[in-house]
């Protein structure tokens, strides 16, 4: 027990000696339970904090704004991967060595250009998405599809192995956490299959080289929620050629398929205005969220600030039944990850209910 709560059970039982449990042992046991019930909960504390921490790493990442976390002594500890490459100057890796809620710089600058096509003379690519979540895959799908790669998709690493044999991807996003097989022993298999068949006729290497385009292997990019920088030593020791982190952006993506499969694109060059007002700024007014329930809003605004994509998918199939053109010109925001912009009129509303 410890504060009340009871944290374990600790069942002891001895049929080979006499009077084993005297009441002093009794005691003994009962002070080293306690011990361990305050270890049990401080550790269960300072996971739901790690996880919380985490959470907002992800979403700081994935801003498409540039981020910046400033010292006590006025130095830059810490900048998002838009501020990074804004800056030219990567601070990732010293994230984990300041709180990113304190003293938090959002810089005005965008992302000042978008993809619009592939450019021409180019070999069709296949990618496969393998992931357990639909929601994860259907994102992946819905950004890609448009421009003209053959996508596959799995479910577990099983189904991943089966698809790499078939179709011979040029690239795979691994989701590492996935049921019956997750990703890390989804990779080790496909890369030691592509070392044992690399002069295999029969080798899926050789197979559909993709416009007369041979690839020596299959780029694997793994994808993961964790926020910790040590782990990509390990994740890169499997096999993975790189690694993405859970909440991505499109550009994030775009950039990852141009260094690993060579990928040319045609961008468009945008104003340094929100993208937001693409979306029609007379649809996303605050009256428009007025009208709807405010359970719906707030479930909404839960979804996003918690990363729920499929929280968020139901909040935007439920706002469609009573405004869809407000429901789609969300979930255009939500695919373009404008999560803070939505937040901020939604956060906005949430001052005015309370009142």
């Not at 044999?165 to 030691?192: C, W």
């Not at 050629?241 to 990852?256: A, G, M, N, Y």
């Not at 205005?273 to 479930?299: G, H, R, Y």
């Amino acid at each position: 027990m410890n504060q009340g709560q009871l944290a374990a059970i600790v069942y002891l039982e001895n049929n080979l000696t006499a009077q084993a449990f005297t009441p002093d042992r009794l005691e003994v046991l009962k002070l080293l339970s306690g011990q361990a019930a305050i270890a049990l909960t401080n550790a269960k504390l300072y996971t739901e904090v790690k996880e919380r921490e985490n959470r907002l790493t992800q979403f700081i990442n994935a801003m498409p704004i540039g981020v910046t976390v400033i010292d006590s002594s006025g130095q830059i500890s810490y900048a998002n991967p838009t501020a990074s490459q804004l800056s030219g100057i990567n601070y990732i890796p010293e994230l984990n060595k300041v709180n990113p809620v304190a003293n938090v710089e959002i810089t005005s600058q965008q992302s000042t250009r978008r993809v619009i096509a592939l450019a021409p003379n180019q070999p069709k690519y296949r990618i496969l998405i393998a992931d357990d979540a639909f929601e994860s895959r259907q994102l992946l799908v819905k950004l890609l599809l448009p421009f003209g790669f053959e996508i596959y998709q799995a479910t577990n690493g099983i189904e991943a192995i089966e698809c790499w044999e078939k179709n011979s991807p040029h690239l795979i996003f691994m989701d590492l956490r996935m049921p019956v097989m997750d990703g890390y022993e989804a990779t080790k298999q496909i890369k030691a299959r592509e070392t044992e068949d690399k002069l295999s006729s029969s080798s899926p290497l050789k197979k559909g080289g993709g416009g007369g385009i041979e690839f020596r292997s299959t780029a694997i990019i793994a994808v993961t929620a964790s926020s910790f920088e040590e782990e990509k030593a390990g994740i890169m020791a499997i096999g993975c050629d790189d690694f993405l982190r859970k909440p991505f952006t499109e550009q994030h993506i775009f950039d990852t398929l141009h260094k690993h499969m060579g990928v040319q694109f045609v961008f468009k060059q945008l104003n340094a205005a929100s993208n937001l007002k693409e979306t029609d700024a007379n649809i996303l007014t605050k009256q428009a969220f007025c009208d709807l329930p405010w359970e719906l809003v707030a479930n909404l605004e839960q979804g996003i600030s918690n990363l729920d994509l499929a929280m968020v998918q139901r909040a935007i199939a439920q706002i469609r039944e009573i405004n869809q053109p407000l429901a789609e010109a969300i979930a255009l925001g939500v695919q373009k990850f404008q999560y803070e912009q939505l937040l901020d009129l939604i956060t906005s509303l949430s001052m005015n209910h309370e009142d």
